[in-house]
């Protein structure tokens, strides 16, 4: 069993900046692949980023590209996501979650545990 808890959301101006982090519970976490979702409202859940347990292999949602970087810290249990140039399109919930796989995993259904979600709000 693997808990997730997301932190660093918040308001935001467009062109800014936000790290978010992702604390995962449990002593495998090196075991995990682990990726960033988000939804706005009234749409559906969608893929952001995802790492390899790794850390070494990343994808991204051409929608970010080159504006966000995840990355992982094996020893802290953490995966990060800092956002930059931020656009008022990317206001939504950001969920991390987490599947025990060596490879990176960019499916939504392929995650087995999910953490309750952070609010990220950009205005223009």
């Known amino acids: 069993q693997v808990q997730l808890v997301e932190s660093g959301g918040g308001l935001v101006q467009a062109g800014g900046s936000l790290r978010l982090s992702c604390a995962a519970s449990?002593?495998?976490?090196?075991?995990?692949?682990m990726g960033w979702f988000r939804q706005a409202p009234g749409k559906e859940r969608e893929f952001v980023t995802a790492?390899?347990?790794?850390?070494?292999?990343?994808s991204y949602a051409d929608s970010v590209k080159g504006r966000f970087t995840i990355s992982r810290d094996n020893r802290k249990n953490t995966v990060y996501l800092q956002m930059n140039s931020l656009k008022p399109e990317d206001t939504a919930v950001y969920y991390c979650a987490a599947k025990m796989s060596r490879v990176v995993v960019t499916t939504m259904n392929e995650y087995d545990y999910w953490g309750q979600g952070t609010q990220v709000t950009v205005s223009s």
């Open positions: 449990g002593r495998t976490f090196s075991s995990y692949a």
């Open positions: 790492t390899s347990s790794s850390g070494r292999t990343t």
